[in-house]
């Protein structure tokens, strides 16, 4: 979750601009909004199982974290 904060949260992009879905998706999934792969690879299949609760839960609390449009290294 952590590459999850730091990487993908911001103004310009990131978190800010996708669905909670999409955010679901690339948690569950490892699948970004344009169909590939976050990198550097993000563990996935350890949240594949969660449950709709505890990613509903997720998802509310990076939704809480300000942006970071600083230091942010785009791959």
Same mark, same amino acid.
């Given at each position: 979750m952590n590459h999850l904060a730091q990487h993908c949260i911001g103004s310009r992009g990131g978190l800010g601009q996708l669905s909670d879905d999409e955010i679901k998706r %690339? #948690?569950?999934?490892? !699948?970004?909004?344009?169909?590939?792969?976050?990198?550097?690879?993000?563990?996935?299949?350890g949240y594949a199982t969660?449950?709709?609760?505890?990613?509903? %839960? #997720?998802?509310?609390? !990076?939704?809480t974290l300000p942006p970071r449009d600083q230091g942010v290294t785009r791959r």
């Open positions: %690339a #948690i569950t999934q490892g !699948v970004a909004r344009d169909g590939r792969k976050p990198k550097p690879p993000m563990a996935y299949a969660m449950t709709a609760e505890d990613l509903d %839960a #997720i998802v509310a609390f !990076v939704r």
